[in-house]
């Protein structure tokens, strides 16, 4: 991880050395999604688009659950002028039994943030429906009638409040 870090940081400076330390993070965990990513991401910037999508793409294989790769192999393809394949790879962020409200929030954020605006939209909006739905099927406390224990006699003025607490709460 250190290492695929440090190529990163090269590759922000305009370093150089950015590539051959990827390329060093490569050969020492080639199937980690994060070296994938960091060398496919180089790669395309420096202009070797099919070699770098073929990582980029690989690192969404290695970590299909993981929605950051696909967020990346996206932006790359929004770069790339491929609006068509941007979408396609991004709406996978949020299919299947990956759709939860966290998912489709990202979705749409991240269709926004890139100018998508109409496809958000409705994005938005089925994050608020799955993020209200899971609140309202969540389960309510308590669950089963619970006992009011008041420590003092019967009749007297506590015992007289707790029996009124009780009729409010039900």
Known sequence: ???????WAYQQ???????KTAEQALALAGNSPAVLDTIGAMLV??????RGLGYLKKAVELAPAQPQ??????????ILKRPEEALATWRQIAEGNQRTATNVSRLAEVLAQFGYLEQALPEIAAACALAFAATASAQTYPAKPIALMVPFEAGGPTDTVARSLAQMLG
């Open 1 to 7: 991880a250190a290492l695929n870090n440090l190529a």
């Open 13 to 19: 400076q305009q370093d150089p050395r950015a590539l």
């Open 45 to 50: 910037e420096q202009g070797n688009t099919g």
């Open 69 to 78: 790769y696909r967020e990346y192999l996206g932006e790359y393809f929004h």
